[in-house]
């Protein structure tokens, strides 16, 4: 029997309506990868315009990341990191408290996973600073910090978040802006002002995805308007979280975002393509006064009591390690440029009534798709999935939030093969909302 008949039957699959995926033609069963492409079992080929659900930066099959998970399989698969250490996570944790400018690392396995520690070790330290009237925290509207109950409490995706409201802690809610314009910002920040002016002494943390809100379908922000909501939230005591799980290892074209506004966060959260997409690892970096503030003798009870069973895994480390080098020894972020300007010409190339917007920032991209009048289309014609479904057909796999297309490349894709991505998208929409001219 082939494969696919064997998923339906037992295979229950993330953020998939299954009425959908048990009908659609154009499902894939993805067996090899090779750079920036993946292959499925009958042999065909397709652009990875997903990076593989934006991890996958480097490409796949990547020699030097290949030979450092073979290496490391030949000493030890696992081993914990509750009371024991390893050579590589001490490696790997010096390289990136050099890198991002914090002093501690605290391991996970996820996005979700890397928000949900933060958010815990913030309550936690202000607790036992003293600071016990502080227990809310402050996200942007749209947000989206993963998908663990803590971090959906974060989210404010009503979508995706919305039924879970009961379950959740209430957060407290800063307008985000959509483009980074001064005018919508400037809105956003008084509303910003007024909400710790009003709750600033409740808060303990504020959490933020730095300059783009990925999963809300690209809105942005400025590195000055960053910069602001840092500084209000400093004024009043309160932490600042950032969450670089998607921006992070140089998808807006700078190896953190937080540099572009020049930050120093409480906490920053790094997952995604820590590992060069090749293995689940998360990390939660903290500064050391926050270290601190959990040392003391053991009965008093000072200690962060949290940790997961796969947490700084030696092959996830070997991986994140060859990242690391191969960012350094194939000039990845100094390439940088030339492929991001590539990806947008392509993008901003598409000519379509019914492309309402094109997003451009770094190696990551989105179209935003709406009726010839500039309406939504209705939910249920799903025309922004049918779109992704059909570029398959023209050789590129990229996914849809809604009626926007994400595209979010490896940062190595080549400026002809971005183009080659940007026209499978061109003739997807084509296929499903008719030709350009009539
Ligand atoms: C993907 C993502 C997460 C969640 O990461 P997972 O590894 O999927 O749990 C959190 N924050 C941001 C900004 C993300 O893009």
Redesign the pocket.
């Known amino acids: 029997m082939s494969w696919l008949p064997r998923d339906y039957a037992a295979l229950w699959h993330p953020f998939t309506q299954a009425d959908e995926w048990e009908k659609q033609p154009e499902n894939l069963v993805i067996e090899r990868g090779e750079g920036v492409f993946l292959s499925d079992t009958d042999g065909r080929r397709y652009l990875d315009g997903t990076a593989s659900?934006?991890c996958n930066v480097l490409g796949h099959r990547h020699p030097r990341i290949d030979a450092a998970v073979r290496g490391q399989l030949e000493r030890i698969a696992h081993t914990t990191m509750l009371g024991l250490s390893h050579p590589g996570v001490i490696e790997h944790a010096e390289r990136l408290t050099a890198l991002c400018g914090l002093d501690r690392v605290f391991y996970s396995d996820?996005?979700?996973?890397?928000?949900e520690v933060a958010l815990k070790m913030a309550f936690q330290a202000k607790q036992q600073l003293g600071e016990t009237q502080r227990t809310r925290f402050v996200a942007l509207t749209e947000a989206?910090?993963?998908?663990?109950v803590g971090?959906v409490s974060l989210g404010g995706i009503e979508l995706f978040h919305g039924i879970y409201r009961p379950l959740l802690f209430e957060a407290l809610r800063i307008p985000s802006p959509e483009r980074a314009e001064p005018a919508e910002e400037a809105v956003c920040l008084s509303a910003a002002g007024d909400l710790f002016a009003a709750h600033g002494s409740e808060l303990v943390a504020l959490v933020v995805?730095p300059l783009v809100?990925?999963?809300a379908g690209m809105r942005r922000h400025s590195p000055a308007f960053l910069g602001a909501l840092v500084a209000l939230a400093r004024a009043r005591g309160v932490f600042v979280v950032v969450?670089?799980?998607?921006?992070g290892f140089g998808r807006l074209g700078t190896m953190f975002a937080i540099e572009q506004a020049g930050i120093k966060p409480d906490f920053l959260?790094l997952?995604?393509a820590i590992t060069g997409g090749y293995l689940?690892l998360?990390a939660t970096l903290t500064t050391e006064t926050i270290y601190d503030a959990f040392r003391g003798p053991y009965t008093a009870y000072r200690t962060f009591f949290h940790g997961h069973t796969y947490t700084g895994n030696p092959l996830a480390i070997a991986a994140a390690n060859a990242t690391l080098d191969a960012y350094a020894e194939e000039k990845v972020l100094e390439r940088l440029p030339a492929r991001a300007e590539a990806l947008g010409v392509a993008l901003r190339g598409l000519n379509h009534p019914c492309i309402k917007e094109v997003r451009h920032f770094g190696m990551m991209g989105a179209i935003l798709l709406a009726a010839g009048d500039g309406r939504a289309f209705p939910a249920d014609a799903r025309t922004g999935h049918r779109v992704s479904l059909a570029a398959r057909r023209h050789g590129a796999i990229v996914r849809n939030l809604g009626d926007t297309v994400m595209v979010m490349p490896p940062l190595v894709m080549e400026p002809a093969q971005s183009q080659q991505l940007a026209e499978a998208i061109g003739s997807a929409i084509v296929d499903v909302l008719g030709p350009a001219e009539r």
């Open positions: 659900l934006w996820s996005g979700s996973t890397a928000v989206y910090h993963g998908d663990t971090s995805e809100q990925g999963a969450d670089e799980v998607a921006t959260c997952a995604k689940p998360a």
